[in-house]
T-cell receptor, first 117, second 112 residues
Framework: DVKVTQSSRYLVKRTGEKVFLECVQD?????MFWYRQDPGLGLRLIYF???????EKGDIPEGYSVSREKKERFSLILESASTNQTSMYLC????????????????FGPGTRLTVL | GQNIDQPTEMTATEGAIVQINCTYQ??????LFWYQQHAGEAPTFLSY????GLEEKGRFSSFLSRSKGYSYLLLKELQMKDSASYLC?????????????FGGGTRLMVKP
């Protein structure tokens, strides 16, 4: 079974703090993703990584950065947390689409509910 | 741009059939996914369509019409445990061919 784990289920931080959210997958997936999920807005992509040290901006990258130093680990960084970054953060991973017959569905971690006070 | 629409909420009765629709307007298309998400949990994969037609998987079926930009998820013999949000997501091309754009999700409530 694919397993995607996230470092915390719940996190409370103060405005201005630097926040690290960690994600690890054990299926040797090339692709990893960070989303945030807010009521009424659905899942929105923050950043995507298709290989070690490679990244692409998603729909809402402002205020976030990412790090992919190892294939299995993808970190989301909030340099200076703000209250509007209070949200559920979901990490996902998948095989790349090219050369595969499967739909290469994304597998999600359990999520981190971040509250910024 | 990407635009994916699905109803916000639906209610159905245990044992019945329900159809959840999804319409999309995207720049590029390389497949459509349906995910199920129970409250407080991660989304889990349900189905994938890339060609027109119906894909059946047990009580769940998914249909795609690429020319109409339309998909639906059909749930038969509804059970209480089917109460969840159902997310429609479209995959586009290039490196973005690995990225999904999600609709807002449809919250389904199954009543006894």
């Amino acid at each position: 079974d694919v397993k995607v784990t996230q470092s915390s289920r719940y996190l409370v931080k103060r405005t201005g703090e630097k926040v690290f959210l960690e994600c690890v997958q054990d299926m040797d997936h090339e692709n990893m993703f960070w989303y945030r999920q807010d009521p009424g807005l659905g899942l929105r992509l923050i950043y995507f990584s298709y290989d070690v040290k490679m990244k692409e901006k998603g729909d809402i990258p402002e205020g976030y950065s990412v790090s992919r130093e190892k294939k299995e680990r993808f970190s989301l960084i909030l340099e200076s947390a703000s209250t509007n970054q209070t949200s559920m953060y979901l990490c996902a991973s998948s095989f790349p689409r090219q050369g595969r017959q499967r739909g290469n569905e994304q597998f999600f971690g359990p999520g981190t509910r971040l509250t910024v006070l | 741009g990407q635009n994916i629409d699905q109803p916000t909420e639906m209610t159905a009765t245990e044992g019945a059939i329900v159809q959840i629709n999804c319409t999309y307007q995207t720049s590029g298309f390389n497949g459509l996914f349906w995910y199920q998400q129970h409250a407080g949990e991660a989304p889990t994969f349900l189905s994938y369509n890339v060609l027109d037609g119906l894909e059946e998987k047990g009580r769940f079926s998914s249909f795609l019409s690429r020319s109409k930009g339309y998909s639906y998820l059909l749930l038969k013999e509804l059970q209480m445990k089917d109460s969840a949000s159902y997310l429609c997501a479209v995959r586009s091309g290039g490196h973005a061919g690995n990225m999904l754009t999600f609709g807002g999700g449809t919250r389904l409530m199954v009543k006894p």
